[in-house]
C-alpha cells in the first residue's frame, strides 16, 4: 500500500512538473497500451500465424483428397480455415474469396490507424509543450531582469524538455510495435493468396501415383 501510494504521489508530481501535454501524452499511452494488448489477444484467437494445417490441406487437395483437405481446412487454426474450406467445398469464385478474406483480414487491421496517430501525435504533443514552456522560461527571465537566477532558467527548461522525452517515450515503442502488427498482416495477406490460388488451382503433378516409373516422373519434372 505504501509503495502504491508513492508511486501515486511520483505521477502527480511529474503531471505537476509537465502540464496539462504530459496529462495527454500518458493518456495517450495508455490509450495505446489497451489497444496493443487487445491486438495481442485477437491475433492469437485468430490463429495468425498458425497455418500448417491450411499448408497440409492445400498438400491433400493437391493429391485428389478432397475429403481429408476440407476436414484439415474446417479443423484449422487460422482465421483463413473457413475461406479453404469454402474454396474446396464450393468452388466459389476467385474475387467472392478474396473478398471474404480481405473481410477477415480488414478484422485484424483495425486499430492500426489509431497506434499510427499515436507514434506520429506524440512527439509533436512533446514539442509543443516544450515549447510552452521555454516560452514560460524566457518570460520569467525578461521580467526578472538583472534579478534573473540562473539555476530558476535552467529549471525551466529541463522542466520544458521533459515534454519531448515524455512524447518520444511514447512515440518509439508505439512505431516498432505497429510495424510489428504490419510485419504479421504482410504475411497473413500472402498466405491469404496462396490459400485462395492453391485451392482454385491444385497441382495436378501431385496427383500422379507415387509408384510411377522414375524415367516418368523426371519427364514430368523436365516439361513442368
Do not use: C, N
Amino acid at each position: 500500500m505504501i509503495h502504491l501510494q508513492q508511486a501515486q504521489d511520483a505521477l502527480l508530481g511529474f503531471l505537476d512538473l509537465g502540464g496539462w501535454v504530459v496529462g495527454v501524452i500518458l493518456a495517450l499511452s495508455v490509450l495505446s497500451g489497451a489497444v496493443v494488448i487487445a491486438k495481442l489477444v485477437q491475433f492469437r484467437a485468430a490463429g495468425v500465424g498458425r497455418h500448417g494445417a491450411l499448408i497440409a490441406a492445400l498438400d491433400a487437395s493437391d493429391r485428389g483428397a478432397r475429403s481429408r483437405a476440407i476436414a484439415l481446412a474446417d479443423s484449422a487454426p487460422s482465421h483463413l480455415g473457413p475461406v479453404l474450406a469454402r474454396a474446396l467445398q464450393t468452388g466459389a469464385g476467385r474475387d467472392r474469396l478474396y473478398t471474404l478474406a480481405e473481410g477477415r483480414l480488414a478484422r485484424l487491421d483495425f486499430g492500426f490507424r489509431l497506434l499510427d496517430t499515436v507514434a506520429q501525435i506524440a512527439p509533436l504533443l512533446g514539442l509543443f509543450g516544450t515549447v510552452l514552456g521555454m516560452i514560460d522560461a524566457f518570460r520569467a527571465m525578461q521580467e526578472a531582469g538583472q534579478d534573473v537566477d540562473p539555476s530558476v532558467l535552467a529549471g525551466g527548461i529541463w522542466v520544458a524538455l521533459m515534454t519531448t522525452a515524455a512524447g518520444l517515450a511514447v512515440a518509439m515503442p508505439v512505431t516498432a510495435i505497429l510495424a510489428w502488427f504490419e510485419g504479421r498482416m504482410t504475411g497473413e495477406r500472402r498466405m491469404a493468396e496462396m490459400v485462395i490460388e492453391g485451392a482454385l488451382s491444385p497441382d495436378a503433378d501431385a496427383t500422379l501415383p507415387d509408384d510411377r516409373p522414375v524415367a516418368g516422373r523426371a519427364r514430368g519434372a523436365a516439361h513442368a
